[in-house]
T-cell receptor, first 115, second 112 residues
Framework: NAGVTQTPKFRVLKTGQSMTLLCAQDMNHEYMYWYRQDPGMGLRLIHYSVGEGTTAKGEVPDGYNVSRLKKQNFLLGLESAAPSQTSVYFC??????????????FGQGTRLTVV | EDKVVQSPLSLVVHEGDTVTLNCSYEVTNFRSLLWYKQEKKAPTFLFML????IEKKSGRLSSILDKKELFSILNITATQTGDSAVYLC????????????FGKGTLLTVNP
């Protein structure tokens, strides 16, 4: 009964390093989202996916790339990390809209610090 | 661009008080509005509202949606210190744009 799992939970990067955050969901959801949360800013959408093999830009996509090669996984990549990308990252997933709408389920977050 | 605005951004009350949190939205092809509570970690789901005028209740929390005026409120009665959290409002869009857009949140602090 894992739901949405994010790895890693914490990471410290040096400026210019790259890394990939993994989001895995076991609920067979079509839609997946990556958000970042900064103090006083709520959750801002980075990229999202409405199905395997599809991705789309959100509100703050610059400096990030994503891939959805498998339905259950949504990867968020930072090619060259910058201090401005220090944040808490949340992944979420949900069913597509239909006769019964359901909420989005969140992972526990990844705290990333770029020094 | 979709927009969700919450007010107030922060609120300090005493235990036992009643609070009302506000959320206005401009969401393309609006489908529904969601409320989440966030303590230290991931947001936890409270309510989903799709129809105007139908109040949803869970214990001391209740919420209602007005699709004509494009806003929702979240009420918490007889507040307790455990209600201290950030409350997030989010709007689902439909059509070809399946985004879930969040507001900045309301930080509620309930003092003993």
């Amino acid at each position: 009964n894992a739901g949405v799992t994010q790895t890693p939970k914490f990471r410290v990067l040096k400026t210019g390093q790259s890394m990939t955050l993994l989001c895995a969901q076991d609920m067979n959801h079509e839609y997946m989202y990556w958000y970042r949360q900064d103090p006083g800013m709520g959750l801002r959408l980075i990229h999202y996916s409405v199905g395997e093999g599809t991705t789309a830009k959100g509100e703050v996509p610059d400096g990030y790339n994503v891939s959805r090669l498998k339905k259950q996984n949504f990867l968020l990549g930072l090619e060259s990390a910058a201090p401005s990308q220090t944040s808490v990252y949340f992944c979420a997933s949900r069913e597509p809209p239909g006769p019964i709408n359901t909420e989005a389920f969140f992972g526990q977050g990844t705290r990333l610090t770029v020094v | 661009e979709d927009k969700v605005v919450q007010s107030p951004l922060s609120l300090v009350v005493h235990e036992g008080d009643t609070v009302t949190l506000n959320c206005s939205y401009e969401v393309t092809n609006f489908r529904s509005l969601l409320w989440y509570k966030q303590e230290k970690k991931a947001p936890t789901f409270l309510f989903m509202l799709t129809s105007s005028g139908i109040e949803k209740k869970s214990g001391r929390l209740s919420s209602i949606l007005d699709k004509k005026e494009l806003f929702s409120i979240l009420n918490i009665t007889a507040t307790q210190t455990g209600d201290s959290a950030v409350y997030l409002c989010a709007g689902y869009s439909g059509g070809s744009n399946y985004k879930l857009t969040f507001g900045k949140g309301t930080l509620l602090t309930v003092n003993p």
